[in-house]
């Protein structure tokens, strides 16, 4: 509990007032002491208190001002750029028409000229049941190859000339037919070869210089490879002065290549004999 300060002075002088006056002498004898109060007693003026002069730190505290600015939307201001493409300019400039233009003076169509050129005739094969075989054979004496339609030349040939019989070469004609030529035929005593050929003038340069005779047309065969008909190849000799014709390449080719014979292409086209 707190007491004030003229409170207790005067509790205190009440005490001294009322305190009995005892005491010792020198002679050890109690007395009584009398207090007398001054005359002029001092007033006593308790200190006042001191003054409550704390003031308390004045709250100098600022807060930061709150400057924060949120960032702003996109403005509404945008501007897309500007369509700056530019077609290209069209400079054509499209001619006007001539005025001195003239139309011409008949409109009446004229069909041009026909020109359709009918096709060729169609072979005309009606002659092939006609055809005959030409025989051949062979003298290996005379180292000759021999060859004829008529089978009793070939008979005596064969019996009374050292010639072999070697079969049907092809099959030709007797006479002449549609699309066919002769075949001549020559012989050459001195070098004992038989010599055939399509060409007049082969036959008779054959005849004049190489020391060949004429023995007429052995047969009539087609210039041209129609009706089925496959090439008679022509092959000659010189070591041997022997002319070779066969339907066969493979055999033709035998002859060119191991039998010393020379190439010299298609004597012309006739029908295989079988």
Aim: hydrophobic fraction near 30%.
């Amino acid at each position: 509990m707190k007491f004030s300060a003229p409170f207790v002075f005067a509790i205190v002088y009440a005490t001294k007032s009322l305190a009995l006056p005892t005491g010792v002498d020198a002679d050890g004898q109690l007395i009584e002491r009398h207090y007398s109060a001054p005359a002029n007693p001092e007033t006593y003026i308790p200190p006042s208190p001191p003054a409550n002069t704390y003031a308390p730190p004045a709250n100098t505290y600022v807060p930061p001002v709150y400057t924060y600015v949120p960032l702003a939307p996109p403005s509404s201001t945008y501007v897309p750029p500007g369509e700056t493409y530019a077609p290209p300019v069209n400079t054509h400039t499209i001619p006007s028409p001539s005025s001195t233009y003239i139309p011409p003076k008949s409109t009446t169509h004229t069909p041009p000229a026909t020109t359709h050129t009918p096709p060729p005739p169609k072979d005309d094969c009606s002659a092939v049941h006609k055809a005959t075989f030409l025989q051949r054979a062979y003298s290996g004496g005379a180292t000759d190859h021999f060859y004829s339609t008529n089978g009793n030349e070939i008979t005596n040939a064969v019996s009374h000339l050292g010639y072999t019989k070697e079969g049907h070469a092809a099959k030709v004609y007797d006479a002449k037919e549609a699309g066919t030529i002769p075949l001549y035929r020559l012989f050459s005593p001195s070098a004992g070869d038989h010599f055939y050929t399509t060409s007049a003038g082969e036959r008779d340069n054959a005849a004049k210089s190489l020391g060949y005779k004429s023995e007429g047309v052995a047969a009539y065969i087609y210039k041209k490879q129609i009706c089925g008909s496959v090439p008679l190849y022509r092959l000659y000799s010189p070591s041997a002065t022997d002319h070779f014709y066969t339907i066969s390449r493979s055999e033709a080719n035998n002859a060119a290549s191991k039998l010393g014979y020379v190439n010299e292409g298609v004597a012309g086209y006739v029908l295989p004999p079988h």
